[in-house]
């Protein structure tokens, strides 16, 4: 968990560094044309900066949150493995063991009636 949050501050220190690069860029562009706009640029600078913080906001947030998801797995694997741990610990049957003891009464089961339906023929037998 503590790797989430320390990869979340450094995104964020680099995305600082990177939003005041690009401010930067934008007052240099400033500085030399006065509030003009290029000829052949299609938006004033204010919108590319605007549209790159934007860009910029979409890919930290995608970063974070396939952070996120690999650690979501990562505790949840965790986590399972613990359980796992204990449950042998405390000697709990697993589902694989209710299954064989859930067999092995059936075959005694069928096995008493048999035997019961044998003493029946027998005890009506001593009865004659």
Same mark, same amino acid.
């Given at each position: 968990m503590a790797d989430i949050i320390d990869k979340a501050i450094l995104l964020g220190m680099g995305l600082e560094k990177r939003l005041i690069g690009l401010?930067?860029?934008?007052?240099?562009?400033? !500085?030399?044309? %006065?509030? %003009? #706009?290029?000829e052949g640029a299609q938006l004033p600078p204010r919108q590319e900066l605007e549209n790159r913080l934007a860009e910029e906001g979409v890919h930290l947030? !995608?970063?974070?949150?396939? =952070?996120?998801?690999?650690?979501?797995?990562? #505790?949840?694997?965790?986590? &399972?493995?613990? #359980?796992? !741990? /204990?449950?042998? !610990?405390?000697? /709990?049957? =697993?589902?694989?063991?209710? %299954?064989?003891? &859930?067999?092995?009464?059936?075959?005694?089961?069928e096995k008493v009636d048999s035997l019961e339906k044998k003493i029946e023929k027998l005890e009506k037998g001593l009865d004659k």
């Open positions: 401010i930067d860029e934008v007052v240099e562009e400033g !500085r030399g044309k %006065e509030g %003009e #706009v290029e947030i !995608r970063e974070i949150i396939a =952070t996120a998801r690999g650690g979501k797995e990562r #505790v949840e694997k965790e986590i &399972q493995e613990i #359980v796992e !741990r /204990f449950l042998d !610990r405390c000697k /709990f049957a =697993t589902k694989d063991d209710i %299954e064989v003891i &859930q067999k092995m009464a059936q075959v005694a089961r």
